[in-house]
């Protein structure tokens, strides 16, 4: 299982946008790069996912350079309450039952006015 | 779409009571459903892997006869935790993924579990 590295935590500012980069230097040919979104009290939410090149969604997008080492999770515009604890995961979901995910600490993001 | 649902959402009770938290997926299905542990301020850690139909597979460390999983069908998976202690007092998450390549997890939104 690939080990991610990610940075502790990060401030910003309402209306920045702000990039979240996350370290896998050993992932796997099969493996896809899922980011996580996660309150207080919650359970973590999806936000984006993806294997190489730029993928792109309503909420985000994710950047994966080529030799796929790294991510980086693009949050245009954040607002207050996109303060959360950000995950990136890595696993193979290709697998016919199911990727197991091993949770790194996270990314605590907070948003200030 | 992809939406998990995990059942209570709290729960407290006494010493020694056994207390089954449910997690269901909605609207799919999923032959496999995880279910993680998570304390404060911590990150999430895997307990289990639920397979429909297949005994679970627990991570090392963690007592299969203390957390009791049964998957009983596509949408539904449950856990069990036996005769518990304060020291098992934590947040329960569970996740299921769809079947078919290139479906991630989805995530319920945790039982709080408070054992006095």
């Known amino acids: 299982l690939a080990k991610t590295t990610q940075p502790i935590s990060m401030d910003s500012y309402e209306g920045q946008e702000v990039n979240i980069t996350c370290s896998h230097n050993?992932?796997?040919?099969?493996?896809?790069i899922t980011w996580y979104q996660q309150f207080p009290s919650q359970g973590p939410r999806f936000i984006i996912q993806g294997y190489k090149t730029k993928v792109t969604n309503e909420v985000a997008s994710l950047f994966i350079p080529a030799d796929r080492k790294s991510s980086t999770l693009s949050l245009p515009r954040v607002s207050l309450s996109d303060t959360a604890v950000y995950y990136c995961l890595v696993g193979d979901v290709v697998e016919e039952y199911g990727n197991k995910l091993v949770f790194g600490a996270g990314t605590i993001l907070r948003v200030k006015s | 779409g992809a939406v998990v649902s995990q059942h209570p959402s709290r729960v407290i009770c006494k010493s020694g009571t056994s207390v089954k938290i449910e997690c269901r997926s909605l609207d799919f299905q999923a032959t496999t459903m995880f279910w993680y542990r998570q304390f404060p301020k911590k990150s999430l850690m895997l307990m289990a892997t639920?397979?429909?139909?297949?005994?679970?597979?627990?991570e090392q460390g963690v007592e299969k006869d203390k957390f009791l999983i049964n998957h009983a069908s596509l949408t539904l998976s449950t856990l069990t935790v036996t005769s518990a202690h304060p020291e098992d007092s934590s947040f329960y998450i569970c996740s299921a993924r769809a079947d078919g390549s290139n479906q991630p997890q989805h995530f319920g939104d945790g039982t709080r579990l408070s054992i006095l």
């Open positions: 639920s397979n429909e139909g297949s005994k679970a597979t627990y």
């Open positions: 050993n992932i796997a040919t099969n493996d896809y």
